[in-house]
């Protein structure tokens, strides 16, 4: 191969190496912004529930929790969805992930650090 064939070669690697990346930047930057949605979901949620529980409180002086159920449902629900998207952003990003202990490990690491759980080969 000559020096110029190689040199395009690689150019073309290159190019073709960072249209992944920038790919990659993409799909991770549209996963952050349906995680912003969802804690934004999350804040209103909050709010309303806080209302709720305030206009209760200064009338009545109980609420039960029944009262607030579907609330709490649907925060847990967007809370079970940012988990998924977070995962999904460090899939991408190859960092493993141990989902017992909740935190990142090495890239090369197979077990947790911390409880051992196997995390991929
Ligand atoms: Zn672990």
Redesign the pocket.
């Known amino acids: 191969m000559s020096f110029i064939d190689k040199l395009s070669s690689s150019v073309s690697d290159t190019a073709k190496s960072l249209g992944k990346k920038s790919n990659e930047l993409m799909e991770i930057s549209k996963l952050n912004v349906s995680i912003r949605k969802r804690e934004e979901e999350i804040l209103k949620l909050f709010e309303e529930l806080g209302q709720y529980v305030y206009g209760r409180l200064k009338r009545l002086n109980y609420i039960s929790k029944s009262e607030a159920e579907a609330t709490i449902i649907a925060i847990e629900k967007l809370e079970e969805e940012i988990k998924t998207l977070e995962k999904l952003i460090l899939n991408i990003k190859k960092i493993k992930y ?1 989902s ?2 909740e ?1 990142e490990a090495d890239d090369d690491a197979r077990y ?1 650090p ?2 051992g ?1 196997y995390i991929g080969g």
């Open positions: 141990c017992d202990c935190i947790c911390t409880c759980k």
